[in-house]
């Protein structure tokens, strides 16, 4: 058995911020993460000649300052994403007609946000069923449900519009989302924090059972028990309700867990000896409208290298996933080529990895609320229990579903952690 203040179950930002800033305020905390990295949603692989690509979280922008101000402190160089040249609309149409229609999904998009989410009419909607009541152009409205398959990896049919509007609420960026990378990727930061905790950090340790009550925590690790005061779990929601606590959670608690579904996306790198497009004043962006949910973009390094990252979300990511290796490469490769010519069917390499259904995230780029009829699952699940509290991008007062997003929620619960610890403490010596 080992004790502890505090326990934080998951490496990703969230939870490595969290045991950062608890590590930083003096108490005795440790990180428990099931897989064998750090990183969690965030993650890198070495290519075979040597080259390390984000192939999870990857972009962050000037308008985030909690992930712009660590990657600077841990001395990270930062890659403008490159966006001269014209974007390619697929299937083809003028870029005017292009620009024109994306306006228009702005402008309803700018509508969802605004709307009054307390109006008992739009409460129980899906977010399909709010864009169909809207007074747009049809290619408008297919336009905005298109974005939500891209952005939020779920069908518009599921997601709840309250949820999608509070969400994009507190996704204030104007600065596009993709302005920036890493040059030693994403999960080198992420490194980064593990490595300044050091000994603090476990990792192959899954967590299955929390025991809890109002005076602290057990949690199961395999064969074995950290007990601690306190207790973050630094979960996607989804993941979160598949701990088995003890005693249950609370009726309200648990269904506010359960109103949750994963994202699905396969995030695809095709490298070339050069970027082609460039030549053609072309961006490297491909927005496609059929099929829908996928997303093209130019991450190349610097002029000599061409790379370009494509989004399989939603809908046609699960149509995808489980298929041959072949078969996903044919594919993209096919999609490449009707958009920017021949010489996008001469790839140096295509890599990808599927993050539907993934063992310990469930899926990505984030989880949404799918039960329309669940109104306050967030609140609920951020109030937490007297020994445990619940934290995750998803549940960030700003730029949820972002590593930004998880910076600050991860930072939130060390900081209500630290109230009700120092709040014990005074209670303690005011009792002596
Ligand atoms: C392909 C892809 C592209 C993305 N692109 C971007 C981007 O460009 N910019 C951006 O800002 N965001 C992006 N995101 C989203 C961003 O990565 C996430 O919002 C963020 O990393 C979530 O962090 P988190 O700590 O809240 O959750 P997670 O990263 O999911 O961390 C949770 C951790 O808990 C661990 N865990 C799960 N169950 C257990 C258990 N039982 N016991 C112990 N540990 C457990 C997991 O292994 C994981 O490490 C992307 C995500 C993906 C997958």
Same mark, same amino acid.
């Given at each position: 058995?080992?004790?502890?203040?505090?326990?934080?179950?998951?490496? &990703?930002?969230?939870?490595?911020?969290?045991?950062?800033?608890?590590?930083?305020?003096?108490?005795?905390?440790?990180?428990?993460?099931?897989?064998?990295?750090?990183? *969690?949603?965030?993650?890198?692989?070495?290519?075979?000649?040597?080259?390390?690509?984000?192939?999870?979280?990857?972009?962050?922008?000037?308008?985030?300052?909690?992930?712009? %101000?660590?990657?600077?402190?841990?001395?990270?160089?930062?890659?403008?994403?490159?966006?001269?040249?014209?974007?390619?609309?697929?299937?083809?149409?003028?870029?005017?007609?292009?620009?024109?229609?994306?306006?228009?999904?702005?402008? $309803?998009?700018?509508?969802?946000?605004?709307?009054? $989410?307390?109006?008992?009419?739009?409460?129980?909607?899906?977010?399909?069923?709010?864009?169909?009541?809207?007074?747009?152009?049809?290619?408008?409205?297919?336009?905005?449900?298109?974005?939500?398959? &891209?952005?939020?990896?779920?069908?518009?049919?599921?997601?709840?519009?309250?949820?999608?509007?509070?969400?994009?609420?507190?996704?204030?960026?104007? !600065?596009?989302?993709?302005?920036?990378?890493?040059?030693?990727?994403?999960?080198?930061?992420?490194?980064?924090?593990?490595?300044?905790?050091?000994?603090?950090?476990?990792?192959?340790?899954?967590?299955?059972?929390?025991?809890?009550?109002?005076?602290?925590?057990?949690?199961?690790?395999?064969?074995?028990?950290?007990?601690?005061?306190?207790?973050?779990?630094?979960?996607?929601?989804?993941?979160?309700?598949?701990?088995?606590?003890?005693?249950?959670?609370?009726?309200?608690?648990?269904?506010?867990?359960?109103?949750?579904?994963?994202?699905?996306?396969?995030?695809?790198?095709?490298?070339?000896?050069?970027?082609?497009?460039?030549?053609?004043?072309?961006?490297?962006?491909?927005?496609?409208?059929?099929?829908?949910?996928?997303?093209?973009?130019?991450?190349?390094?610097?002029?000599?290298?061409?790379?370009?990252?494509?989004?399989?979300? &939603?809908?046609?990511?699960?149509?995808?996933?489980?298929?041959?290796?072949?078969?996903?490469?044919? =594919?993209? $490769?096919?999609?490449?080529?009707?958009?920017?010519?021949?010489?996008? &069917?001469?790839?140096?390499?295509?890599?990808?990895?599927?993050?539907?259904?993934?063992?310990?995230?469930?899926?990505?780029?984030?989880?949404?609320?799918?039960?329309?009829?669940?109104?306050?699952?967030?609140?609920?699940?951020?109030?937490? $229990?007297?020994?445990?509290? =619940?934290?995750?991008?998803?549940?960030?007062?700003?730029?949820?579903?972002?590593?930004? *997003?998880?910076?600050?929620?991860?930072? !939130?619960?060390?900081?209500?952690?630290?109230?009700?610890?120092?709040?014990?403490?005074? %209670?303690?010596?005011?009792?002596?």
């Amino acid at each position: 058995m080992s004790q502890h203040d505090v326990i934080v179950v998951g490496g &990703g930002f969230t939870g490595l911020s969290a045991a950062t800033a608890l590590a930083e305020a003096g108490l005795d905390v440790v990180l428990l993460e099931a897989r064998e990295r750090v990183g *969690g949603r965030v993650e890198s692989h070495v290519l075979p000649d040597g080259m390390r690509v984000d192939t999870g979280g990857q972009f962050l922008c000037e308008d985030m300052p909690e992930v712009m %101000a660590l990657a600077k402190a841990h001395g990270k160089t930062l890659v403008r994403a490159y966006v001269d040249g014209d974007v390619v609309f697929q299937p083809p149409m003028p870029l005017e007609q292009g620009h024109a229609i994306y306006d228009e999904v702005d402008a $309803l998009r700018e509508r969802a946000r605004n709307t009054d $989410l307390d109006d008992p009419s739009v409460t129980r909607l899906t977010v399909t069923e709010w864009t169909n009541r809207q007074d747009a152009s049809d290619e408008a409205k297919h336009g905005f449900l298109r974005l939500i398959d &891209g952005l939020w990896c779920r069908s518009p049919d599921d997601v709840s519009f309250v949820y999608l509007a509070s969400s994009d609420r507190r996704i204030t960026n104007t !600065q596009s989302e993709l302005e920036l990378f890493l040059a030693e990727t994403m999960h080198s930061l992420a490194e980064d924090l593990a490595a300044k905790l050091g000994h603090r950090v476990v990792l192959n340790a899954p967590v299955t059972k929390v025991r809890y009550s109002g005076d602290g925590v057990e949690v199961d690790v395999g064969g074995g028990h950290f007990t601690a005061r306190q207790a973050i779990i630094a979960l996607p929601p989804v993941m979160a309700r598949r701990l088995d606590f003890q005693p249950p959670l609370p009726n309200q608690l648990s269904r506010a867990l359960a109103a949750w579904g994963s994202g699905a996306v396969i995030k695809v790198l095709a490298r070339y000896a050069r970027p082609f497009w460039r030549d053609r004043q072309l961006s490297g962006t491909v927005i496609w409208s059929e099929p829908e949910g996928l997303y093209a973009c130019d991450v190349s390094r610097n002029r000599d290298d061409g790379a370009l990252v494509i989004f399989i979300g &939603g809908p046609l990511a699960l149509d995808w996933h489980g298929k041959e290796d072949a078969d996903i490469r044919n =594919f993209i $490769l096919k999609k490449l080529v009707s958009a920017l010519g021949e010489d996008a &069917g001469k790839p140096l390499d295509v890599s990808f990895r599927d993050w539907t259904d993934d063992a310990w995230s469930g899926g990505a780029y984030s989880d949404s609320i799918i039960d329309v009829e669940t109104t306050d699952a967030e609140t609920t699940i951020l109030q937490g $229990l007297p020994s445990i509290r =619940f934290a995750a991008s998803e549940l960030s007062p700003s730029f949820p579903g972002y590593i930004e *997003g998880a910076i600050v929620a991860g930072r !939130q619960a060390a900081e209500d952690v630290l109230h009700i610890w120092r709040g014990s403490r005074t %209670a303690a010596s005011v009792s002596k």
